[in-house]
């Protein structure tokens, strides 16, 4: 049985930052993809930041130079650092594994950036 589980989401104030985790389970955990989307309320579920299997990282322009995604092979665990957030940064953050057509997510965990 897979399993996905984000931790670390929280209330923070604007310029703040929070390191959010996902542990992975029941997937060879190097062998695949990750990455953070987040969806706000109202609209629809974004790519925030992604690493392949080499570390390689991907962000949306919106995050570069702020966030940072990294994954642990041996703890099956990957991160994201987010650092000077901002209110727009408001959102449900998702882990998902990704490996050829298959596809897993997280059930989430939220941040809220406000003073």
């Known amino acids: 049985q897979v399993q996905l589980v984000e931790s670390g989401g929280g209330l923070v104030q604007p310029g703040g930052s929070l390191r959010l985790s996902c542990s992975a389970s029941g997937i060879p955990f190097s062998f695949w993809a990750m990455g953070w989307y987040r969806q706000a309320p109202g609209k629809q579920r974004d790519l925030v930041a992604a690493?392949?299997?080499?570390?390689?990282?991907n962000y949306a322009d919106s995050v570069k130079g702020r966030f940072t995604i990294s994954r642990d092979n041996a703890k099956k665990t990957v991160y994201l650092q987010m650092n000077s957030l901002k209110p727009d940064d408001t959102a449900v953050y998702y882990c998902?594994?990704?490996?050829?057509?298959?596809?897993?997510w997280g059930q989430g965990t939220q941040v809220t950036v406000s003073s």
């Open positions: 690493i392949s299997t080499l570390g390689s990282a």
């Open positions: 998902n594994a990704k490996l050829r057509t298959s596809d897993y």
